[in-house]
């Protein structure tokens, strides 16, 4: 990666979540499609869902003790979505950062892809987060992010 593409990230982790990193290259990772080759986003967005749900889902455990566990699914179940998760990524301009190889150049404009990218790429960004700074940091950035 090159210093202009360290400062990119750099200034998008900055000007987004308030904090820089010295692990750049796993920001680099998590901004990187699969059409790019190894590696990419898809471990990390693997790895990012999952702390995603865990932070939406004890925020409403704990927000709503009187609810019981069917309640609790249908309310995560429309924050967990890829379209949630691509409207923020969508509103952070994330797909900016995105580094795409060029098979990528040939696809259509398909809205359920870029949906899917856009919620990739978020989901990869906190698995990012989480390996970097913790689970305390990734819930931080949640709330920032009006996800919770």
């Known amino acids: 990666m090159n210093e202009h593409g360290k400062k990119e990230i750099t200034g998008f982790l900055n000007t987004n979540f308030s904090f820089g990193t010295e692990k750049i290259e796993l920001y680099n990772e998590a901004l990187t499609h699969s059409s790019n080759g190894l590696p990419n986003n898809q471990r990390l967005a693997f790895l990012g869902d999952s702390v995603l749900r865990l932070i ?3 925020h409403y455990f704990r927000e709503h ?27 952070l301009e994330i797909v900016k950062y995105i580094k795409f190889g060029k098979t990528y150049d040939n696809r259509p404009d398909d809205v359920e892809e870029n949906t899917t990218i856009n919620a990739e790429a978020l989901e990869a960004l906190f ?11 990734a819930e931080e950035i949640a709330k920032k992010l009006k996800i919770i």
């Open 56 to 58: 939406i889902r004890e």
């Open 65 to 91: 003790p009187d609810w019981g566990k069917g309640e609790l699914t249908e309310e995560c179940k429309i924050i967990e979505s890829d379209e949630i998760f691509a409207n923020i990524a969508s509103n």
């Open 127 to 137: 698995g990012a987060i989480y390996c970097d700074k913790g689970l305390e940091k």
